[in-house]
């Protein structure tokens, strides 16, 4: 499956260094258009005011969870088949099956290359075209 390079990407992390390796791996990945976020409520915010096609999300972010912020898209009509990939140091698999019962469309452990990171978002796309065929 062709991953759209010109796609609208938020980063959401309270780390700025964490921000500036999505970003960098992401540009790497020959990804354009990319914004970012220090918390869940800026995430949110910019998300129900853009057209972002991906969201790459610290499950433990400030005044909204990624979980909470990935429940949150799941509830809204326009932003549920907005593929949402979790990128955190939490690794335990209760962790990874809870985000992936969720609804999330992928899980990405930092630390990370951008070959893992390649690899993860083209399954996030691939598992979120399954759930959305008709987007």
Same mark, same amino acid.
């Given at each position: ?25 992401? *540009?790497?990945?020959?990804? *354009? ?7 869940? #409520? ?7 005011? +853009? ?8 499950? $433990? ?5 990624? $979980?909470? $912020?990935? #429940? ?30 969720? +609804?999330?469309? +992928? ?10 990171? +390649? #690899? ?16």
């Amino acid at each position: 499956m062709a991953v759209d390079r010109k796609i609208w990407i938020l980063i959401a992390d309270e780390a700025p260094e964490a921000r500036r390796i999505l970003r960098e791996t992401l *540009e790497e990945l020959y990804f *354009e258009h990319i914004e970012e976020a220090a918390d869940g #409520e800026d995430a949110w915010d910019q998300l129900t005011q +853009g057209h972002f096609g991906l969201v790459l999300c610290e499950w $433990l972010l400030p005044r909204r969870s990624g $979980l909470d $912020l990935l #429940e949150a898209m799941q509830a809204d009509e326009n932003l549920r088949s907005t593929p949402l990939v979790l990128v955190t140091t939490e690794s335990d698999a209760e962790t990874v099956q809870k985000a992936v019962a969720e +609804g999330a469309a +992928g899980f990405v452990v930092k630390p990370f290359d951008h070959f893992t990171l +390649g #690899e993860q978002l083209e399954e996030a796309f691939i598992r979120q075209a399954n759930l959305f065929p008709f987007q």
